[in-house]
């Protein structure tokens, strides 16, 4: 992972709640997908699992600057995007395991989350795929004279897609107000972005349109705040869109627990680095420090993190699964 070309933010103003707001939404993201990730080998999740382990502070710095009203598009690594915008833990842990009571009803599994409710309109596999469809989110926006935005999530890999690049120009053609979050960690499945493209500084992309960009260091929790209240301050006060690149780490390989072939596809210096940054470590550091949160406070919040994700794989567990008469469902409309 290289830094070079971050741009550097002053620290955020953070109340209270805020931070602790902020805490929770990574903290959630971390514990449900460790517990995820423990479980897994028991085979009764049948589903893939792409985890955001180490990226959660783009997810839930992103989303601290959304409202109910905004629509969030997310992709296969979707549990932390879904989460973050505010979707049900418990219907997500469900949807993981099959269950009728799923989010998506347990036919979509963890790449097919959706929860219209809180302003998360679906994540889709088809890399790129959102794309677009975030960008006609945000023109029925701009039509309806709503004051809401549309935030797509896409990878590095996603970049490399042509419907990007048209997502893009019709965005900003049209000046809608959708801000495009590249989560850039460096690798499409195990093949690492040197390998796959001649300038791995992605932000420079929105250039071609016009599109105002940065890149970001998007281990450092108060920098993803800061840049996304830009970003998304941008595209609500109808200047258009906008591309935010956040730099990251993927702690696991690309799909499914653990890493077990790190060393097969990383290269030495990285595996010798190890991931010493931990963005909630950093997080929890800078509000004590800072004497924003206390360290009890932070202990509330982590074991009522805990109660949430242990109650929500009960509720998984114990919940129907769907009727195998009804496989055809809800595939098409009426
Ligand atoms: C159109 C399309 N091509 C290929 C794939 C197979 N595929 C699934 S995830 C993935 C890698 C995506 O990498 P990136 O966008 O960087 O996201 P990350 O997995 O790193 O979060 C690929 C190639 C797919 N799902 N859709
Ligand atoms: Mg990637």
């Given amino acids: 992972m290289t830094n070079k070309d971050c741009a550097p933010f002053p620290n955020p103003e953070l109340t209270a709640a805020a931070a602790a707001d902020f805490l929770t939404r990574m903290l959630m993201i971390r514990r449900a997908e460790l517990k995820i990730e423990e479980l897994y080998p028991l085979e009764q999740m049948k589903t893939p699992v792409h985890l955001s382990l180490g990226q959660e502070a783009v997810s839930a710095g992103v989303c601290m600057h959304l409202n109910r009203d905004d629509a969030v598009f997310s992709n296969h690594r979707s549990h932390g995007h879904y989460l973050a915008k505010g979707g049900s833990l418990k219907e997500l842990i469900a949807e993981l395991y099959c269950r009728e009571t799923g989010c998506s009803k347990g036919r979509g599994g963890s790449m097919h989350v959706i929860a219209k409710d809180a302003g998360h309109w679906g994540s889709s596999s088809i890399v790129a795929g959102a794309t677009p469809h975030a960008v006609g989110a945000a023109l029925a926006f701009q039509m309806q004279k709503k004051n809401a935005v549309a935030v797509c999530f896409l990878g590095d890999g996603a970049c490399e897609q042509g419907v990007f690049f048209e997502s893009m120009n019709w965005a900003a ?45 998007g281990m450092n929790p108060l920098d993803v705040y800061a840049s996304a209240a ?42 010798q680095a190890g991931y010493q940054r931990d963005p909630i470590k950093e997080f929890v550091e800078h509000v004590l420090t800072a004497g924003i949160l206390k360290e009890q406070e932070i202990a509330q919040i982590s074991s009522r993190v805990d109660g949430e994700v242990e109650e929500a794989f009960v509720f998984a567990q114990n919940s129907p699964l769907p009727d195998g008469g009804d496989l055809a469902k809800f595939l098409f409309v009426d």
């Fill in 173 to 217: 053609l049209k000046k809608v107000p959708v801000v495009f979050v590249i989560e850039n960690n460096f690798y499409s499945v195990s093949s690492h972005i040197s390998v796959r493209e001649v300038n791995e500084f992605l932000y420079k992309r929105a250039w071609a349109f016009d599109i105002p960009s940065f890149r970001v260091d």
């Fill in 230 to 271: 830009e970003a998304v301050e941008h595209a609500r006060s109808g200047k258009g869109p906008f591309v935010v690149e956040y730099v990251l780490q993927r702690w696991r390989m690309h799909v499914g627990p653990g890493d077990p072939n790190a060393a097969l596809y990383r290269a030495p210096e990285e595996l």
